[in-house]
Structures are given as C-alpha cells and as structure tokens.
C-alpha cells in the first residue's frame, strides 16, 4: 500500500526535525565539553636569564662530554630551567627547549590540568572512579587510567573505524585539549592521543592516519610552563593546582627495588646523591624503549625553588644524564643571583 503524498512529506518533515535536533544537541555538547582558562588567568611572565643559560648550557654540556665523543648527541636531548625563587621576577632559560618531541608519559599532566579546570567549571563531575583514575594516572602512571580519563575530558571513546563524517567529529571532541592549550598561547605541542602499553587500534590508529602520525608532542619549555603554572597555581584554582601537586609529590628517600622510580630514578636521583632530606620534589616521569624524560619542581631548605624538565631520546637505559645535570643545578643555581 503507498502512503499518501501528505504523508510522506510529513514523514520527512519529522525527520528533518529530529536530525536537526540531534545536529544542535551535539553542537551543544561540544561547546559544552570546550576547557576554558581560569578566571583572571595570566601566563606565567618568565624573562630570559644569560646567568642562567650558562649554568644550564654547562650542566648540559658537562652531561654530553662524560660519554664518548658522540656518545650523546646535542641532539639527543632538551631541557627547560625556570627560576622560581623571586614570583617578581622570574628567569627561565632553555636548551633545545621548543623541539616537538614525543612526551611519553609526561603528557599526562597536560591531561591532569585540562582535567582539574573541567571540574572545577563543573563541565565534569567527580567520582570515586574519576578520583581513581586520576590517582593512578599519575602516581602510578597508568596507560589505561589515562586512556580513560581522556575519553572523560574529551567525551570521545576508542571504538572502530568511522566513517569519514563521523571520524571528524570525533577527532574535533579529540582535540579538545589541544585547544584549551592553544589559548593559553601553548605552541608547538599535540595532546590529543592516549597513552598505550603496546600499540592503539581501530580509531585510535585511524587518528594517526595508520602511519605513526600525529602523535603526542610536548617541547621541555611548553611542559616548563605547565608544571611552574601548576606550582604557583596560575592553572587553575589554589585548591585545583594544590590537589595537582599532591598527586606528583614524590618522596626520593623510600625504599624501593624500582630502577624506573618516578621519585628515585630520575630528577630524584640528584637529591638522594647529595643527602637532600629536606629537599622537596614534584614531577612526572615519562620513558619508553627510545626515551627518558622527566619533569621536575624542587625546593630546597636553603631556599631554591625551580622547575626542570629534560627530556633524553635514543638513550632510554641511560639512567645518569638526568640526575647529572639536575646535580649540576642543585650545586650551582644559588651562586646566580634571583
């Protein structure tokens, strides 16, 4: 039986109406997952430092020149210093400090922060499992707590292989981080692939295009001014960025049979070495097979207070270059004048 003209046009009028209304719902939805800077926001003013440049380029230089000649390239590695001590006044200094390279786990503070301003707009809401995965994400630097808390902040999941349409709205939600950081004026960085203990399928390899592109990327000055934003809690509200630090508190003096330590096998090294116990040390690690980076904020007794960030690449079972040139800061940085 043929349904009446009248009512065919009246069928797709209904459906004209449902497809629109589901195309505003999820325009809504985007706009509505969209991570907005804190109120009164102002990026951290860090003025280039000659003083500190030389101590860094010495630091760097004394690392490189205990190996082989080319044993470790310049290009091997890149490092950030911010100097702290004065909020008035603060100095940075670089090495290779805005060369894109692939963050490893270290991303996953960029994915902390994004996070914590979502809560605190109340775009999220917590949950004893948020809470869990954000525990586990950074203390114990878990892939597949962050694999889910990046579908959290993102409200995109992992799935198979979409249609061209579909494909790129989700990889517009996907990027949703990227574009948070991106108005805070972050340049040169890509957050917007979860983090794999072995290797991502289905979408997720779709996104890199099946070819290994458009990976995670951080420089060591972006990720600089990530962790000093969080320090002197510029990032987000005082009780967000506190809660932010509470998470990457580490303590270098626990017992602990793990070489890849996050408190003791890296930046941490440098104030076991030295007996530091009053020392005071915030970071995140990253390594894989090729890398080893870390990400670090110290204080000291005697009034040091710095963020670190170096990242090493084709030199992963090195366990020294961080901590030697972390040793180098930790003697020196008191001798240039704040």
């Known amino acids: 039986m043929k349904m009446p003209k009248i009512a065919i046009l009246g069928f797709a009028v209904i459906c004209l109406f449902f497809a629109a209304a589901h195309a505003q719902k999820s325009v809504k939805t985007v706009k509505a997952m969209e991570i907005s800077a804190p109120k009164n926001y102002q990026a951290l003013a860090a003025e280039n430092s000659p003083e500190l440049q030389t101590l860094l380029n010495n630091a760097v230089g004394e690392m490189l020149n ?86 959290v902040i993102t409200g995109t999941s992992s799935g198979a292989e979409l249609p061209a349409k579909e494909f790129a709205e989700w990889s517009h939600k996907r990027n949703t981080v990227n574009r948070f950081y991106s108005s805070l004026g972050y340049e040169r960085i890509n957050t917007n692939q979860k983090t794999h203990c072995e290797d991502a399928y289905g979408r997720e390899q779709q996104f890199r295009n099946y070819k290994g592109e458009n990976r995670n990327m951080l420089t060591t000055n972006a990720t600089a001014r990530l962790l000093a934003e969080i320090a002197t809690g510029k990032i987000a509200a005082a009780d967000r960025t506190r809660r932010m630090m509470d998470l990457m508190k580490r303590n270098p003096f626990v017992e602990t049979k793990d070489a890849d330590s996050q408190a003791t096998g890296f930046t941490g090294k440098a104030l076991i070495d030295r007996k530091m116990t009053t020392a005071q040390l915030w970071s995140k690690a990253g390594w894989t097979s090729k890398s080893r980076h870390d990400a670090a904020y110290i204080e000291t007794a005697d009034g040091l207070k710095f963020v670190l960030v170096i990242f090493t690449e084709n030199h992963a079972n090195e366990h020294q270059p961080i901590p030697m040139i972390a040793g180098k800061i930790l003697d020196n940085l008191k001798t240039v004048k704040n």
Do not use: C, H, W
Request: proline fraction near 5%; glycine fraction near 4%; charge should be negative.
């Open 66 to 151: 205990s190996y082989p000649p080319r044993g470790f390239k310049a290009d091997d590695i890149a490092a950030t210093l911010i100097d702290l001590r004065d909020a008035n006044n603060i100095k940075q200094a670089n090495f290779r400090g805005d060369v894109a390279i692939y963050p490893a786990s270290v991303v996953k503070m960029f994915y902390l922060a994004a996070l914590e301003r979502q809560l605190e707009d109340g775009k999220i809401k917590t949950s004893p499992e948020l809470e869990r995965g954000l525990k586990d994400m950074i203390v114990d630097s878990s892939n597949e707590a962050t694999q889910y808390l990046l579908d």
